[in-house]
């Protein structure tokens, strides 16, 4: 699905509005379409002389985010009571007011707490490039409908991986950007102190355009920096030039299949990648952010878990009663250990400027999967599918998740993703290699065949 820019905002709403109505009943992206605001807002951005970067681009964006008039589902049951949002999450706003044209509210996991999009509320979304598999979450919806064509552009969530996972397993490009980077200001919150938002895209000049219009301060998230806008767009075309790139090892080979290690050794020859980088205890920072993630994920819901128990999905609402039980201690001593994990990995990136990893431990397992076996262990599906981004996300890096194909031998018509990894506020590292992979075709989103 093209979008160019000479076509009017009104004709590109309305052939995302078709391609949703073709393809959604098979993929189930969407828990919103809103048509109406859609055309209303197109007309005005085709009565306006300026000239605006985004231009009629259609998005949507993963439920979680407010929208004006609408529930705030975060992907739950308990959230159809709230009041509909009195204005829209202020990224929503940002993207519109570069010209982009809001069509709808996205499937996710409930309330964030997942990586497979397997939600019992609203139904699975369904991986557009294989039906029978899983999408990735929790921004599951997210980047099915750019790999489905339904939308050049959406926005997800990423506290442990819910951008990279879905970008992976469905073939986009996403970015999570750095802890503090882009405000949270509208969207509802899953933990606090490892919760990220930022873009997927079809391409990656689109992810560095919705990127650029995203940032700027914002007074009212306090855990946003009051960085300055720092555009990329244009230092894309800068490519790899004086780069030091290397590749993740230990842990990031260890946990991942065939398929996940052979993507990352076609992204490092592509890259002229040879120097092999080993971050320290990556185990325990991963068990750190799951601590974290679990506690703070909890203390967030106890008053619905005292209340409306079984409107939890029942695998979130356990995780949850479980984080509730966590010692005090043991959250502090989890914090601890990821900030000496920050300290070592800052280190190292006086070395190096950008490190490759896989961004998922294999391409998407079937719906329903239970198990699965990696290092010769057999682990749970749906937590495992974050194994290589969690710690990554623990310490706030910025990452871009580049897409491959054929790398599965089982399976050549699946894509897995890439991770593209920067120390903080250095997004336009992520995007140059990002970049570069896609003009030299290492790297590419090929719309999925309706």
Not at 142 to 149: D, E
Not at 207 to 235: H, S
Not at 237 to 249: C, D, F, K, S, Y
Request: aromatic letters at 6%; one cysteine or more; charged letters at 20%.
């Amino acid at each position: 699905m093209s979008h160019p820019a000479a076509e009017s905002a009104a004709a590109q709403v309305e052939a995302a509005l078709a391609r949703i109505a073709a393809t959604d009943g098979r993929v189930n992206a969407f828990t919103a379409v809103l048509a109406d605001r859609a055309r209303a807002r197109a007309a005005a951005v085709d009565a306006d002389a300026r000239a605006l970067p985004l231009r009629g681009l259609p998005f949507a964006v993963k439920n979680l985010f407010d929208l004006q008039g609408l529930a705030t589902l975060a992907g739950s049951r308990i959230e159809r009571d709230a009041a509909p949002a009195a204005r829209d999450a202020v990224l929503v706003r940002r993207l519109e007011a570069a010209g982009a044209v809001c069509v709808g509210a996205l499937n996710m996991d409930e309330y964030a707490y997942g990586f497979t999009t397997e939600n019992s509320h609203h139904g699975p979304t369904r991986n557009p490039h294989d039906t029978a598999r899983i999408s990735g979450g929790s921004s599951g919806g997210s980047a099915a409908a750019v790999a489905a064509g339904q939308v050049p552009l959406t926005l997800g969530s990423d506290t442990n991986g819910s951008i990279r996972v879905p970008a992976s397993l469905c073939g986009v490009f996403g970015l999570k950007p750095s802890f503090g980077r882009l405000p949270r200001t509208g969207s509802y919150p899953f933990v606090a102190s490892l919760d990220h938002l930022g873009p997927f895209a079809h391409d990656v000049a689109t992810l560095a355009a919705a990127y650029d219009a995203l940032q700027g301060p914002d007074a009212e998230d306090p855990a946003q920096v009051p960085r300055p806008p720092e555009p990329t767009q244009p230092q894309l075309a800068r490519g790899t030039e004086g780069l030091r790139i290397g590749v993740l090892g230990g842990w990031f080979q260890a946990m991942a299949l065939p398929a996940a290690r052979e993507a990352v050794a076609r992204v490092a020859a592509a890259l002229g990648a040879t120097q092999t980088v080993l971050w320290p205890e990556v185990d325990r920072a991963r068990t750190a952010a799951f601590i974290i993630t679990n506690a703070e994920g909890a203390a967030l819901h106890l008053a619905d878990l005292r209340r409306r128990a079984d409107d939890f999905d029942p695998l979130t609402r356990d995780r949850f009663l479980a984080g509730a039980l966590l010692p005090a201690a043991w959250v502090q001593q989890s914090q601890r250990v990821r900030h000496w994990f920050a300290r070592q990995v800052a280190a190292q990136f006086a070395e190096v400027d950008v490190l490759i990893a896989p961004a998922t431990p294999c391409t998407a397992p079937a719906i329903g999967t239970e198990w699965l076996e990696i290092a010769g262990q057999k682990m749970p599906a749906r937590a495992s599918m974050g194994l290589l981004t969690q710690p990554v996300s623990a310490i706030g890096l910025p990452v871009a998740t580049v897409p491959l194909w054929g790398c599965d031998a089982a399976a050549p018509h699946l894509p897995i993703g890439v991770q593209l990894i920067a120390a903080p506020w250095r997004e336009d590292l992520c995007l140059r290699v990002a970049h570069a992979l896609e003009s030299a075709g290492v790297v590419k989103a090929p719309v999925a065949a309706a």
